[in-house]
């Protein structure tokens, strides 16, 4: 294989005399044998698409339509390849289900006919046009477990989108500004604009309220595990039972075995009773009885 066959089916160049030029633009000198090699190699790269895959189940291996359809507007507009090769890599990209929508074309189909085929299936003009997308950006909201920088990017997303696609309110970049600071200020969660309150008027543009808005986010989950556990203590301190004296049966019980401990020892007391009694001189302060008697123990 020449270099020229090489040049034509690799990238779409011709070689004229001493120059290399676009197929598709024969005036447009790509590399000559003054320049450096670095030229020639540049063009020689084929453009890379991300994967595509539609509406199949493994849609989320790919990137959306919306990505890919930016790559390949790219690498069309940049005018370095022929279209031949944009096809190409436009086939290959294409996987599962979006693949099976241009395989009626053919392998001869254009990149304007395979654009407009995906357009009709995956394209957001089919969807809504600009008026709608914004009137959907007006009911997006923050999720709880949503950060504030991933909020302000699916509304930058949506508002970019609706001005692509003609919405009449947003003419330029002034009122998409002007918009994604109403819309991101009235989605934010509660807790978030208690603390970036302060600071919304000296924000002027969409970026700065942003940067407050995230630091605000940074200082409520600085402070929401302290909150959460005096919130806990404070509950359990208020179901806890409060504690109560002792049940009335105890005094009854505890009656009854002083009552019974009392009876118990009468015989004993009425004893050293009458052994006190019968004390007299001589006798060493004892009676009879009680010399005679067995020693009784003292309770």
């Given amino acids: 294989m020449t270099l020229e066959a090489f040049l034509k089916m690799g990238c779409g160049a011709e070689v004229k005399e001493t120059r290399v030029a676009l197929a598709k633009n024969a005036s447009t000198p790509v590399a000559s044998n003054s320049t450096s090699s670095q030229s020639m ?3 020689l790269t084929r453009p890379q698409f991300s994967s595509f895959f539609g509406f199949s189940d493994e849609r989320g291996k790919g990137v959306t339509y919306r990505v890919w359809r930016f790559e390949v507007d790219s690498a069309i507009q940049e005018n370095l390849h022929s279209h031949e090769v944009i096809a190409e890599q436009i086939r290959k990209s294409l996987q599962g289900e979006a693949k099976t929508k241009i395989v009626g074309f053919g392998p001869g189909a254009s990149v304007e006919e395979i654009l407009e085929k995906l ?7 089919g969807a809504a046009v600009g008026d709608e ?9 923050q999720q ?9 990017s699916h509304l930058d997303n949506q ?20 918009h994604l600071r109403l819309l991101f200020w009235q989605g934010l ?14 924000c002027k543009t969409f970026a700065d309220l942003i940067a407050a808005a995230r630091y605000s986010e940074k200082e409520t989950n600085s402070t929401q595990f302290p909150r959460r556990v005096a919130r806990q203590n404070m509950v359990c301190g208020t179901e ?10 105890l005094s009854h019980v505890c009656s009854a075995m002083a009552r019974e401990v009392r009876e118990a020892l009468q015989p004993l007391t009425n004893s050293r009773s009458v052994s006190t009694r019968g004390n007299f001189p001589g006798s060493g302060g004892r009676s009879g009885y009680e010399r005679d008697s067995p020693e009784l123990p003292i309770c």
């Fill in 119 to 125: 357009d009709q299936f995956y394209g957001d003009q």
């Fill in 159 to 178: 508002m970019r989108q609706a001005k692509n696609n003609g919405a009449e309110l947003l003419p330029d970049e002034e009122a998409v500004d002007r």
């Fill in 240 to 249: 806890l039972p409060q504690p109560e004296g002792p049940p009335e049966w």
């Fill in 133 to 141: 997308l914004l009137s959907r950006a007006y009911n997006f909201r």
């Fill in 144 to 152: 709880e477990s949503e950060e504030v920088s991933a909020f302000a």
């Fill in 41 to 43: 190699v540049r063009y």
């Fill in 189 to 202: 969660k509660e807790s978030v604009k208690d603390k970036a309150r302060h600071k919304k008027d000296s």
